[in-house]
């Protein structure tokens, strides 16, 4: 049965000023890259079989770390990119809500299914990141770190649990965080744990 490591890249930059980065290609900072190292000790015990990640440099900077440890290829699959937010890119959430009124307005009246200003869907991050996710796991057997973003881990999350109600039902996930979770033959979830962080400290 294989079990899912899902993993948020480390910190950047713009991660620490609050700043949205949606789908632009934003490095690590030196507390991300000290972070990676920190989660690829974390999962040293673990005999993982396959390492996967978004191809933004700041899931494949901290996926390196892990897949180096093992002695793995690194894998890369677009569909575990974060959320596209268009015209939200580059500003904080209070900035982009001020700025862009009528689409923040929606945002809001209709989560799931609105957009910002030439971005993307809840919805639409919903559906490709639990085709990933549940793609992945058919291949392979046993352990599996996924290194991607937030967003992503949210959506995915609540799609393979089969959660509906966002925005009342969200996750945390932070920066370099571990969600474990096991998929049955059967295609149904067990979650081990979500968000853990012990080992930043």
Not at 54 to 62: C, G, N
Not at 95 to 120: I, M, N, Q, V
Not at 130 to 147: C, F, K, N, Q
Not at 170 to 181: H, K, Q, T, W
Request: with cysteine.
């Amino acid at each position: 049965m294989p079990s899912l490591y899902l993993i948020r890249h480390g910190r950047t930059e713009w991660n620490a000023v609050w700043r949205i980065q949606g789908d632009l290609d934003i490095p690590l900072d030196d507390e991300g890259r000290r972070q990676a190292g920190a989660v690829a000790k974390a999962l040293d015990a673990v005999p993982l079989c396959a390492v996967y990640a978004s191809p933004m440099q700041r899931a494949v900077e901290t996926a390196s770390a892990v897949a180096v440890t093992h002695a793995l290829p690194l894998q890369l699959d677009a569909r575990l990119k974060e959320r596209n937010w268009g015209a939200y890119q580059g500003m904080r959430r209070e900035e982009a809500a001020l700025a862009h009124r009528a689409a923040e307005a929606e945002l809001r009246s209709d989560p799931r299914s609105a957009r910002p200003p030439g971005g993307e869907s809840f919805s639409e991050l919903s559906q490709r990141a639990e085709a990933a996710l549940r793609e992945i796991a058919a291949r392979h057997e046993g352990s599996i770190a996924i290194v991607c973003h937030g967003g992503t881990i949210v959506a995915g999350l609540m799609s393979l649990l089969g959660l509906d109600s966002w925005p009342k039902v969200r996750f945390v996930i932070d920066n370099a965080s571990i969600s474990l979770l096991d998929v049955t033959p059967d295609g149904r979830v067990v979650t081990h744990y979500i968000n853990r962080c012990d080992h930043l400290a």
